[in-house]
């Protein structure tokens, strides 16, 4: 079919760009005393729509939307109403024609349950109310249902009712839907008021998500003004290695290219005019297929998009014709994707990211937010339970939701949580490894996969939601035999997405894989430029300080873990909940809470050997809040590690050169960040600029702290409040 429209500009956030005064189309509409009609047609209108939302229109584009509003000019455009103070359009102020619309999909993935507005998250109410205003498909790329506490403790279920009132038309199944085993995702589908796809997974030779009504478990097709659009959903075949595989029974996920093709061939047979791929797959190397190389393969097919997740990037680009779209995670931006389909049946994408600032203007569906508020009221007065204080940040997770520390270095809380497990393991291991008086003959060794804990815990009061959102996999502890030639054989292959080390500074490149370890019980040095299967230099248990020899196939080592990473089939016992365990061992650390918590940022478990850090020191730089009134060059006392440090930071003016991106290409733009620097020793630091202000993190291993941008990725600096009076 062949689909003639105009693109639509929808003026969410008009006030805060051109103001009132550029605005000579003011009139009042019959019977309504304090409305504007305001023409919203413009030639590049998706364009015009993003730079508006971001604060970016230049002087000419604002003088051509004044003149475009002018009343002589109204029959020409789209008309939205708007009250008097010209306040996002909601529930006040509705589109009056939206006759030849385009159609644009939203989407989102990899939300953790991180679904209810806050100043870096964007809400499904938010989400919700560009939805009504772009008349758009809402579509989820996988992940949704796990993560944060309002997910995990509900198993998924509260997320879905969130996202059954935003109005989702389709999600991908994510690895993590299954994290909660078959039942409970059947529950989850069954719950979700719109179709929970992959078209790749199957069990028991049907299609895993068919429920044999409306979902047929693969695709849907979806009408939108005139346009058909088919849309199905992948899962990465590095499912199977990145859920618990006891909630795998009977699940084989097929080749994603091949099914790809299928899908395709079958939804243009359909007669869709625009096919979309909504993968949880990622651009970054686990073993299968990326969504670049899905796209390479499918450039000679009828394939127009992917709507990507699992990796946590940003995606903006194009392989061919393929436009490749992702938004990172948590809740942090959400994707636009505006679809016009030419008279000779040509498609055309424009692709979006739209951040929690941009989305600062949208009014959030107030139906929407109710129902966040009624599922979290009571979740919220539990989380709320205290269990201690910590004097130190537990450090662990995505820091700044840009860094993944705990999947390429050693975090303190990584290895709290290995102590931790280690604890259990000495309330459960059978007496067949105890002598005669009870003692626990074999060591004990502890391992956490960094991708398994998802936050840090920031100092002062430690509660019960800090723990449940770090930990929100619910995993159960479990401990198995193994062999230091084993041991090795692991290690080796968790270190591994690890494949270089600068010599000078230490800078690890990485692939933050969720493999990489956390450990208790033991140390090992590693060189990160050897080739893989011969990085680890050697194994040491802490407990006699004892070398493990790599050959080793005799001596008895006990690993304590979790779920995840012992199956059951090999466990020689279980203990409790992870999270329980935790708290547990936090409350024998801190007298029930009578005493606080002190955790050193790193206890020397895990050494990168490529690097010497013997009398290696680095500049940190801390972007500061509020401090105007300081002057470059001036200084400042700062704690580091929890201690007053005996060097001052010294105020400067930074220049960043950032890359933005415009319609005539990429262009350069200076941007000043007023930093805090402050030579450090080698290693992560934990900075404060007085006793209980929270702390922020650098580390030269991974550059937070040292590098603003990294691989075309904006990291930017940990930032600190400024506070002149407590200084």
């Known amino acids: 079919m062949k689909k003639i429209y105009m693109k639509r500009f929808i003026a969410a956030a008009l006030s805060a760009v051109v103001g009132t005064a550029m605005l000579p189309c003011a009139v009042t509409a019959e019977g ?24 970016k229109l230049k002087t000419e584009e604002t003088d051509a939307l004044a003149e475009i509003y002018a009343p002589d000019n109204a029959d020409k455009a789209k008309v939205f109403e708007w009250t008097e103070n010209l306040e996002p359009i909601g529930k006040s102020g509705h589109e009056v024609d939206i006759s030849g619309a385009g159609a644009v999909i ?80 059947a529950k989850l589908r069954q719950q979700a008021q719109f179709p929970i796809i992959s078209a790749n997974t199957y069990k028991d030779g049907a299609l895993l998500c068919a429920d044999g009504g409306k979902n047929n478990g693969a695709n849907v097709m979806i009408e939108k003004n005139g346009i058909n659009i088919g849309i199905f959903a992948l899962t990465t075949r590095d499912t199977m290695t990145s859920t618990k595989p006891e909630n795998l029974a009977g699940v084989e996920f097929k080749d994603e290219v091949e099914t790809a093709k299928a899908q395709v061939a079958e939804l243009d047979a359909a007669g869709a005019d625009v096919i979309i791929a909504v993968t949880h797959m990622g651009n970054l190397k686990y073993g299968t297929y990326t969504s670049a190389e899905l796209a390479e393969a499918m450039k000679d097919t009828e394939l127009d998009a992917i709507i990507d997740g699992h990796s946590h990037t940003i995606e903006n680009e194009k ?48 139906d929407v937010t109710k129902v966040i508020t009624d599922t979290s009221a009571e979740l919220n007065e539990t989380l709320k339970t205290e269990i201690g204080e910590t004097k130190t940040t537990l450090w662990g997770g995505s820091i700044r939701k840009v860094i993944a520390e705990s999947r390429a270095g050693e975090t303190n809380f990584g290895s709290l949580i290995c102590d931790a497990m280690i604890e259990e ?122 070398d493990l020899d790599r050959n080793d196939t005799s001596t008895k080592l006990i690993l304590a873990s979790h779920d995840y990473i012992i199956d ?55 972007a500061l809040k509020g401090a105007d009134m300081l002057k470059e060059g001036d200084e400042i006392e700062v704690y580091v590690d929890g201690e007053r440090y005996d060097k001052t930071g010294v105020i400067k003016d930074e220049q960043i050169t950032q890359t933005t991106e415009d319609q005539d290409g990429n262009e350069a733009a200076e941007n000043k960040v007023r930093t805090l620097q402050i030579e450090l020793p080698d290693g992560p ?5 007085y006793a209980d202000q929270e702390e922020a993190y650098v580390n030269n291993y991974s550059g937070n702290g040292i590098l603003y941008e990294y691989n075309g990725l904006t990291l930017g600096y940990p930032e600190l409040e400024y506070n002149a009076i407590l200084q």
């Open 32 to 55: 309504e005393e304090a409305a504007f009609r305001c023409a919203a047609y413009y030639d590049d209108g998706v364009l015009v729509y993003t730079k508006l939302l971001e604060g």
């Open 106 to 185: 939203l989407h989102t993935n990899d939300m953790h349950g991180s679904v209810a507005d806050s100043d870096s998250i964007i809400g499904l109410d938010r989400i919700a109310g560009l939805k009504e205003l772009d008349g758009a498909i809402l579509a989820d790329g996988g992940d949704a249902a796990q993560g944060v506490a309002i997910a995990s403790q509900s198993k998924g279920e509260d997320v879905i009712t969130i996202m059954n009132a935003a109005g989702y038309d389709v999600m991908a199944a994510g690895n993590h839907e299954f994290d909660y085993g078959l039942e409970q995702f």
């Open 319 to 366: 392989v061919g014709n393929i436009t490749i779209a992702q938004t990172g995670t948590g809740g942090a931006n959400v994707g636009r994707m505006a679809i016009d389909v030419a008279e000779d049946g040509t498609v055309n994408i424009k692709e979006t990211l739209l951040s929690r600032a941009a989305m600062g203007n949208i009014a959030p569906n107030a």
């Open 425 to 546: 393991a000495k309330n459960i291991i059978p007496d067949t490894y105890k002598d005669a008086d009870g003692n626990i003959t074999a060591p004990i060794v502890a391992i956490e996969n960094g991708g398994g804990f998802r936050g840090s815990v920031p100092n002062g009061k430690i509660t019960l939601e800090h723990i449940v959102n770090a930990l929100p996999y619910a995993n159960t502890v479990r401990i198995k035999e193994i062999t230091p030639a084993e041991l090795y054989t692991m290690l080796e292959g968790y270190v591994s997405s690890v494949t270089a080390q600068d010599a000078e500074t230490g800078f690890l490149t990485a692939s933050y894989s969720g493999s990489f370890p956390q450990i208790g019980g033991m140390r090992f040095r590693y060189d990160p430029n050897k080739p893989e299967g011969e990085k680890i230099e050697i194994v040491s248990l802490i407990q006699g300080n004892t």
């Open 568 to 622: 059951v089939k090999d466990m020689i016992a279980e203990g409790s909940g992870l999270v329980e365990t935790v708290i547990a061992y936090i409350n024998s650390l801190t007298e029930n809470g009578k005493k606080p918590l002190e955790m050193p940022v790193t206890m020397g478990r895990i050494s990168a050997i490529a690097h010497d850090p013997d009398n290696y020191t680095y500049t940190a730089h801390i």
């Open 685 to 689: 630091h934990a900075i404060k600029l």
